[in-house]
Every structure is written in structure tokens, then in C-alpha cells.
């Protein structure tokens, strides 16, 4: 596991080189992400384990999704978005596309409501 620039951890699981990465995230209970924005991925998210919340904002829109087993979101490029868990903690899975560049400047620090 390595701590993503939000603060959750990650574990990444596999590359397909130049298309895509996928990776676990997971939060412990009550933990909040820092509220980031991707500089050149877009992710779409899928729920395991655990409950919480992601809050998402773009352009002046603002959404915020319960989070739960079976629950898939996307991240679009650019959006600022924040996640908590519950009191159980919270992990999902995730498809980065592009794969995850290794630079430290792809999550920029944002704005959210926790």
C-alpha cells in the first residue's frame, strides 16, 4: 500500500500500458480524503466494502454520491472531488485512464465540503 495524494491508501494492481490502471483504494472509519482534481486522468470507481460518501464538483456543479457496495461513479477530468468513509471504512476499486503517471503534480489541492 502507498498513501495517495488525497490520503487514502492505495494498492495498485495492474497496468495495462497506455490505456489504463487499476488500483484499491481504501479510507478507515471516519476517515475524509483531502479534496483533489486530476491534471490529465479521468477514473471510474467501483464500491467493494464499506459505506461513505464522494462529493464531486465541476463548473459550478456539485454532487454528492452515497457510497456503497455496488456503487460505480466517473471521475472527469478536472472535477475536484472528496470522499469519507463510514464508521466501517470504505474501499473501492478503481480504472485510471490514462494509467497514473508518475509525476508528483497529478493531484492538485482542492476545495470540498469536509
Not at 472527469?76 to 508518475?102: K, M, N, S, Y
Amino acid at each position: 500500500m502507498v498513501t495517495a495524494p488525497d490520503g487514502s491508501a492505495v494498492r495498485p494492481l495492474c497496468v495495462l500500458e497506455g490505456a489504463a490502471s487499476f488500483a484499491q483504494f481504501e479510507l478507515a472509519p471516519g476517515q475524509v480524503s483531502q479534496a483533489v482534481s486530476h491534471v490529465s486522468v479521468r477514473e471510474v470507481w467501483y464500491v467493494v466494502a464499506g459505506r461513505g460518501e464522494m462529493w464531486r464538483g465541476q463548473d459550478g456543479r456539485e454532487e454528492t454520491t452515497v457510497l456503497e457496495p455496488g456503487v460505480c461513479l466517473t471521475i472527469p477530468l478536472g472535477t475536484t472531488f472528496q470522499f469519507r468513509a463510514g464508521p466501517e471504512g470504505l474501499r473501492a476499486v478503481a480504472a485510471t485512464v490514462p494509467p497514473w503517471p508518475d509525476t508528483p503534480d497529478e493531484a492538485r489541492p482542492g476545495q470540498g465540503p469536509w
